[in-house]
């Protein structure tokens, strides 16, 4: 007779390596899910970081000229990129600037004074610390004061944020920008200059100017982060739409890039990241890549504004070509008083004054360009009826090399104007 089959199934050590297989892939899962929750919480408490920094450094920014001295010395890093140790920022001293503190025997308040820190912040999940500088970044040697002994011109302000956590970044978020004396600009119409060696101006104070940034949006679109390249966006034709000036703070883009995107892949050479505007001669480029503009909200819907003339520019930029020997830069901007149909074009416009700001070596890496300056003869205001807005349009001129590239729409490089209207 035939012996039936076998059927006492798997042995105790098989199904103990079963086991073990099986607990490995659940291990493998679990540490592959673990490492992409890490990399969302650090990205989120960055995300964080950067715009609790943007906050500190626009409130900085409206303590006014004469608040913006620290209450105490600090110390730089020997670490040209500035580290973190301990969660301690130390800023780098390859970019030391002297420090500008208040005078002895000034009393400091919270308005009246920049605290260097650190100070605690916290906002969602993220917490660390925050730490603000003020430099010099340039002084008048003929004047005594407060930067080395001589009177400064142009401040940096700078704020950094560490981050606390076993996961946090090694790095701080670092942000900075100038801010150029009131009482030491070029204000003049039609004219060039370099805001370094001029010593004469006009005020334009944080209390009366608004601050628009500019942005990648079109006018009646909903604002949003860029975070695509794309060609150069026709904002000038009679059926192209202004992009939008904002008073919020850009946003960080979805990405995490710490870059803007470019938003003229169709201009030569290519921007990669900002706009790229290609010079031509006297500033008379009407094409979509030659000249691009802006427009803010309405200013009053029913009552006239009046516009007094005077505003700042604060631009992170670089030469369109920086292959080019020194090569320079002439920036020529014009401020309309304008009306906008319902598809958002503009259906009129007054041209209300022009300034050229001459700068011999514009920066061959991205670098702030910042002035005050007047676009109205002196002592003159402009009214701006209710319902209208102000439109602000840039150009270059090729003399001085064959154009910049604006860099803005981000919070590492937020590229703002400041107009002042009554």
Known sequence: MRRLGRDEGMTIVEAMAAAMVLLVGVIGTFTAFDGVRRLGTVSEKKESASRYVQSELESLRALGWTNLRLTAAVSASADSRGIVSGGTYAPPSGTAQPIVLAASGVTCTSSTCVTSGPQTWSTGIASGKIYRYVTCSYADATTTGDCNGKKAEFLRVTVAATIDGSDAPKNAIVASTIVVDPTAAPSYVGTSSNPVSSTTGSTIGAATGTTYYLTDSPVGA????????????????????????????????????????SYSTDASPGADGGLSIVGTTNCTGTGVTQTHQWATPVLNAAAAVTATGNAALSLPSRSLNPSVAAPGGHLCIDIYSAALAANNTVSSSTLLGTYHYDLPNWPATTDLVTFPFRYLATNTTASIAAGRRLIVRMRTDSDNGNGIIAVYDHPNYPGSIQLETK
């Open 222 to 261: 909903t604002y949003a982060a860029p975070v695509t390249d794309h060609a150069t966006r026709d904002t000038i034709s009679a059926t192209g739409v202004p992009d939008q000036l904002r008073t919020a703070v850009p946003a960080a883009p979805a990405s995490g890039s710490l870059l803007p995107p």
